[in-house]
C-alpha cells in the first residue's frame, strides 16, 4: 500500500497534469524526467481532473503564492535588510545580492509547498481525492518530484538571482553572454522538442 496521504496524493495528481500536458505536446521539461512506468502512473493520476479544473488550480496556486511571496518580502527580506544594512550606499552588491538569493530561496521553498497544498485542498477538495486510489511507488514519485522541485529552486536561487544582480551591479557588458545563452535555450527546446517527438512516435 501506498504511505501518500490523500491530499498529497491529490497535488501529485495536478502536478502529474501538468506534466502530461508539456508532454502530450511532445516537449520536455529540462530535470524533470520520469521513467516510463511513472509516466504511465502520472497518467492514470491525472485523469480525473479536467482542463477547466487544472486552469483553476494554476489561477489559485499563483494567487496563493503571490500573496505568500509579499508577506515574506515584508516580513523577512526588507527587516533583514534594513538590519544588515542600515546605510544602502555603503552596501556591497555581493552581500545584497546573497541575502536576496537567500530569502529567495526561503520564500518560494516555503511558500510553493503552501501554496500547491492550499490551491490542491480548495480546487480538488473530497471529490477528487475519492477519485484517487493510491498505488504502490506513489509515496517515491511524490519525493522524486518534490527533489525536482527543490534542486530547480537551488539553481534558480543560487545561481541565477546572484548573477543577474551582479551583473547590473557591477554593469558588466554581457552581451555576448546572454546571445550566447540566447542560442543555447533556443537549441535546448529544440532538443527537447525533438526528444518528444521521437519518443511519441516510438510509442
Known sequence: MSGVTGGALARLAFWAKGMVSINDARMEWPGFSYSEAEWARMRTLSEPIGAGTYQLFTMVNAVIFIAIAAL?????????????????????????????????????????????????MLVGGKTLR????????????????SWQINRIMLIMCGLLVPGILLFIAYDIQAGPIITALKWLAIALMAVSTATGIVRQRQG
Not at 523577512?76 to 541575502?99: C, D, G, M, N, R
Not at 475519492?130 to 518530484?145: I, M, W, Y
Open 130 to 145: 475519492a477519485a484517487l486510489v493510491p498505488a504502490e511507488g506513489d509515496e517515491a514519485l511524490a519525493a522524486k518530484v
Open 72 to 120: 515574506g518580502i515584508a516580513g523577512v527580506f526588507l527587516p533583514l535588510a534594513t538590519l544588515l544594512f542600515p546605510i544602502p550606499a555603503q552596501t556591497s552588491a555581493l552581500k545584497f545580492s546573497l541575502l536576496l538569493a537567500a530569502c529567495a530561496f526561503l520564500i518560494i521553498g516555503l511558500g510553493l509547498p503552501v501554496s500547491m497544498r492550499l490551491a490542491a
